[in-house]
């Protein structure tokens, strides 16, 4: 059975920083494509950034560029999203996701996704 299990939001004063995790249950996890993805209240879910399987390609939305960075350690069956410089506009639910490769930026495309950490940034 294939899981995605995020940790690491929590709430936050603007301009702070956080690293979110994302393990995956299975033995395949270096197989897939990983993507993270946010939703805010009232507001549909959006791309934040897509990682290939050997973690080589990586792709970010425009508004998360030079604050975001996405990685991966497949020996570790682990995603990570280092966040700095937080800003008010970043709080959502962070979710994770899983799919065969390549990589999209469209998240109706990943099969598999995580159960979703909340980053609340104060101002």
């Known amino acids: 059975q294939v899981q995605l299990v995020e940790s690491g939001g929590g709430f936050v004063q603007a301009g702070a920083s956080l690293r979110l995790s994302c393990t995956g249950t299975?033995?395949?996890?270096?197989?897939?494509?990983m993507g993270w993805f946010r939703q805010a209240p009232g507001k549909e879910r959006e791309f934040v950034a897509t990682?290939?399987?050997?973690?080589?390609?990586?792709n970010y939305a425009d508004s998360v560029k030079g604050r975001f960075t996405i990685s991966r350690d497949n020996a570790k069956n682990t995603l990570y999203l280092q966040i700095n410089r937080l800003e008010p506009e970043d709080t959502a639910v962070y979710y994770c996701?899983?799919?065969?490769?390549?990589?999209?930026?469209?998240?109706?495309?990943?099969?598999?996704w995580g159960q979703g950490t909340q980053v609340t940034v104060s101002s």
């Open positions: 996701a899983a799919k065969s490769e390549p990589s999209n930026i469209n998240w109706s495309q990943y099969t598999y």
């Open positions: 990682i290939s399987s050997t973690g080589k390609i990586t």
């Open positions: 299975f033995s395949t996890f270096s197989w897939y494509a």
